[in-house]
């Protein structure tokens, strides 16, 4: 394989090391406030043309079917919204022994609170060709369930308490997913035969979507103030991030393919991603709110600010493992 068919085939690993080397090298550029302006591009813009792209390239009656899939949500939430922050919860508890800071382990239970994200789970779905239906109503429903969910799962595990915008949260997440969604499909009504005729990239233009999302991930990562803290207690908490996930997927990779759980392989890859996802589109304002005025909040902060990069990153690594996975198992479903 030549050097430029190389290049193509691994654009988008290669399009994740350059994004993360330009969010090192000049990280003001995709910072709040800076010239891309990622609160207004990435929060409502990428995320909208995300879930557009997906309305468009989604067949309705496949929509309608993933509503109808009440055992993978109910797998997705239970996981994410109850196994995942009690699991945390007891390894915190071995995890205090350690040297480890303890306004960052606190941070990590709060990490296992929130609820999962919007995009990055859908758009790593479809990559891999899994049920990016079953993705898109999981992510979102997943969203508005942790509008009420979060602030009571920190109140058991922390302690603290506080009023939530809950209008102003729900009003954001219908508006950059429910609708955009709703017009994608109201277009593909429209345009099926066209869009049947010619196949337009979605897959691609999900994936520079993601580049973006990783580039001003990055660039509020490497920008921000309090990563600079006792080295030794950081790594590690990189290191337990980095653990975490890999195990989750693990465990929930084995749990969804055995014959007995009743998931297809595209399933699974659904469920992987976004029962392992974590917000912090929706973290870090809620942080805000239900921590104010804390004078720790800075520390809590940092394991989501960590955790969110580390999951694009981790799941970008793994798409072409898991894309040889699902082809192996397509193979073996089909008949000779």
């Known amino acids: 394989m030549g050097l430029f068919a190389r290049v193509r085939k691994e654009w988008f690993i290669i399009g994740i090391v350059l994004v993360i ?43 309608a079917s993933a509503l109808m899939h009440v055992k993978l949500h109910f797998f997705v939430q239970t996981f994410t919204l109850v196994f995942f922050p009690i699991a945390i919860w007891l390894l915190l508890k071995v995890l205090a022994l350690t040297a480890i800071n303890e306004w960052l ?12 994200p919007v995009s990055s789970a859908v758009i790593l779905t479809k990559a891999v060709g899994g049920n990016e239906a079953a993705a898109i ?12 969910v979060t602030p009571l799962l920190l109140l058991v595990f922390l302690g603290s308490s506080s009023s939530v915008p809950f209008t102003s949260i729900f009003s954001q997440l219908f508006m950059t997913v429910v609708v955009p969604l709703i017009v994608g499909q109201v277009c593909r009504r429209f345009l099926r035969e066209c869009l049947d005729r010619r ?14 999302i990783i580039y001003t991930t990055f660039c509020d990562t490497f920008s921000n103030p309090n990563i600079e803290l006792d080295h030794l207690s950081l790594l590690l908490v990189v290191f337990i991030i980095f653990s975490i996930q890999l195990s989750f997927m693990s465990l929930i990779f084995f749990l969804s393919t055995r014959k007995s759980s009743g998931f297809t392989a595209a399933d699974s890859v659904a469920i992987m ?22 004078e720790h909040l800075s520390l ?21 493992s898991i894309k040889t996975w699902m082809s192996g198992r397509q193979k073996t479903l089909t008949p000779i």
């Open 21 to 63: 080397t330009c969010a090192k090298l000049a990280p003001s550029v995709g910072v709040k406030g800076g010239p891309l302006r990622p609160e207004i591009t990435i929060t409502y813009v990428a995320v909208s043309v995300i879930f557009f792209n997906s309305g468009l390239s989604l067949k309705t009656e496949e929509l």
């Open 105 to 116: 382990l606190r941070g990590l239970q709060t990490v296992a609170c929130m609820p999962p």
């Open 137 to 148: 109503f999981n992510s979102a429903f997943g969203s508005f369930l942790g509008i009420v």
């Open 199 to 212: 196949k337009p990239p979605f897959g691609t233009v999900s994936s520079v979507v993601l580049l973006m």
């Open 273 to 294: 991603f976004c029962a392992t996802h974590k917000s912090l589109t929706l973290g870090i304002p809620m942080l805000k709110i239900v921590f104010e005025g804390y």
């Open 300 to 320: 809590i902060s940092v394991p989501l600010l960590i955790y969110h990069p580390a999951q694009i990153l981790l799941g970008s690594i793994l798409l072409p």
